[in-house]
């Protein structure tokens, strides 16, 4: 497997140093192929005008002025030449004599007249030509040379940028606290993208474990009562007969819907206006004899209160609350229960021991005691304040030595 940094800073930049290379070979060839054939057309043009003036000035003077022209033509162009006359029988050679020449016919009075050989190769054309070829090249590959090492340049900075972009998401994927501004639109996408799945998960593994803290707490209470059910049986102060069986029965049942909730994805809440005076008497209604087997009574102020929740979360709070009196509350003979109007106001007070500390900080700390005592690990407060919470509501715990007062408050 390939490093994306390696692959950036040497496969890259080789790949665009031999295509820029490449273009710039093809451009000079180009360059020189066309330079080729505008001399070639120039030369062409040269000797053709060149006979033509020797023809002109055969038939319109005489042959000594021709080869006069002719020998001038010579000097100036710097070009050989070598004239034979088929008629007159003279003829005319440059002191170099041409080598690679090209042989052209010269017609005069009706006939053909002299044979003209013209080498161009050491011209003042084809000299001054290779000076600018030569020129050209020099400048032509400064140019490129500068052009390389710009390319070269300005293709490191931006690997560099993504290099810098890539450790910048690793560095906040590593530390999501760690955040800085990224150059290049993709990487902030990518982050933003992972930053909302990491966020996704967070929450949904908040809520898995919310869930499972409040549906193993749930279960607390149905054992209970199996229990005392259990005892009183032992004891003798229950007789086994079909009502016993019929309640034990029914805690079964309820053990048994709320184990699959621990796995099975939440269903929507059904929230709707529900009486809170008649929840809680139908709820203590179940507890009471759960309470009187410890000798716990209740004193009960109730107002008609109406809330809009679901009837399970309002229960729950009521179980979590009432179920810490139970097991943890050993001084308590008496609970004390009020509910008022306008705004919801549910207080629960019971006789100590108190509540402690350290687990009112950890409530505050968000975080349930990992310290196990008799006094429990406050998850069902937990519980309770979330459920509280996702209703708008207030959780308020005053404790002293001889007390607890738990109050809860709903919005109007």
Same mark, same amino acid.
């Given at each position: 497997m390939r490093k994306l940094e390696t692959f950036l800073r040497k496969r890259v930049i080789l790949a665009?140093?031999?295509?820029?290379?490449? @273009?710039?070979? *093809?451009?000079?060839?180009?360059? @020189?192929?066309?330079?080729?054939?505008?001399?070639? $057309?120039?030369?062409?043009?040269?000797?053709?005008?060149?006979?033509?003036?020797?023809e002109h000035l055969i038939e319109e003077r005489d042959e000594?002025?021709?080869?006069?022209?002719?020998?001038?033509?010579?000097?100036?162009?710097?070009?050989?030449?070598?004239y034979e006359g088929l008629i007159s029988q003279d003829s005319y050679e440059t002191y170099e004599a041409p080598t690679q020449y090209d042989t052209y016919t010269i017609y005069a009075h009706n006939t053909t007249y002299a044979v003209l050989h013209i080498d161009n190769v050491q011209s003042t054309l084809i000299q001054t030509n290779t000076r600018f070829i030569v020129s050209f090249n020099v400048i032509f590959f400064a140019v490129f040379l500068t052009g390389?090492? @710009?390319?070269? *340049?300005?293709?490191?900075?931006?690997?560099?940028?993504?290099?810098?972009?890539?450790?910048q998401l690793k560095k906040h994927i590593q530390n999501l606290k760690t955040r800085e501004a990224y150059y290049f639109d993709d990487f902030e996408m990518i982050d933003q993208a992972f930053e909302e799945k990491i966020t996704a998960i967070e929450s949904l593994k908040k809520a898995h474990t919310k869930k499972i803290r409040t549906l193993t707490h749930d279960i607390?209470?149905?054992?209970?009562?199996?229990?005392?059910m259990l005892e009183g049986l032992e004891q003798e102060r229950l007789s086994l007969n079909s009502e016993t069986?019929?309640?034990?029965l029914e805690e079964i049942d309820v053990m048994n819907d709320l184990i699959p909730r621990i796995i099975e994805t939440p269903e929507p809440k059904l929230i709707k206006k529900h009486n809170a005076k008649t929840m809680i008497s139908d709820y203590l209604n179940k507890i009471t004899p759960l309470f009187e087997s410890r000798s716990i009574a209740f004193d009960v102020s109730l107002e008609d209160a109406h809330l809009d929740i679901e009837a399970g979360d309002f229960i729950r709070i009521l179980?979590?609350? *009432?179920?810490? @009196?139970?097991?943890? $509350?050993?001084?308590t003979k /008496?609970?004390?229960?009020?509910?008022?109007?306008? !705004?919801?106001?549910? /207080?629960?007070?019971?006789?100590?021991?108190?509540?402690?500390?350290?687990?009112?900080?950890?409530?505050?700390?968000?975080?349930?005691s990992s310290k196990s005592s008799k006094q429990g690990t406050g998850i069902g407060l937990f519980v309770v304040r979330d459920i509280v919470s996702e209703y708008g509501g207030t959780l308020t715990i005053d404790t002293t030595q001889h007390h607890n007062i738990? /109050?809860?408050?709903? !919005?109007?």
């Open positions: 665009y140093t031999l295509f820029y290379t490449l @273009v710039f070979i *093809l451009i000079n060839i180009t360059f @020189v192929w066309l330079n080729v054939r505008y001399i070639d $057309a120039t030369i062409d043009d040269q000797n053709s005008s060149l006979i033509e003036m020797m000594a002025t021709a080869l006069l022209f002719l020998e001038h033509y010579g000097h100036t162009h710097s070009v050989y030449l070598r390389l090492f @710009v390319l070269q *340049l300005y293709i490191r900075h931006q690997t560099t940028r993504i290099i810098d972009d890539m450790g607390k209470t149905p054992l209970t009562i199996l229990k005392t069986l019929s309640s034990m179980d979590h609350l *009432l179920m810490n @009196v139970y097991h943890h $509350a050993s001084d /008496t609970v004390h229960l009020d509910l008022r109007a306008d !705004p919801l106001t549910f /207080t629960l007070k019971d006789e100590g021991p108190a509540i402690k500390s350290r687990i009112i900080e950890a409530l505050n700390r968000d975080l349930p738990i /109050t809860i408050t709903f !919005p109007s």
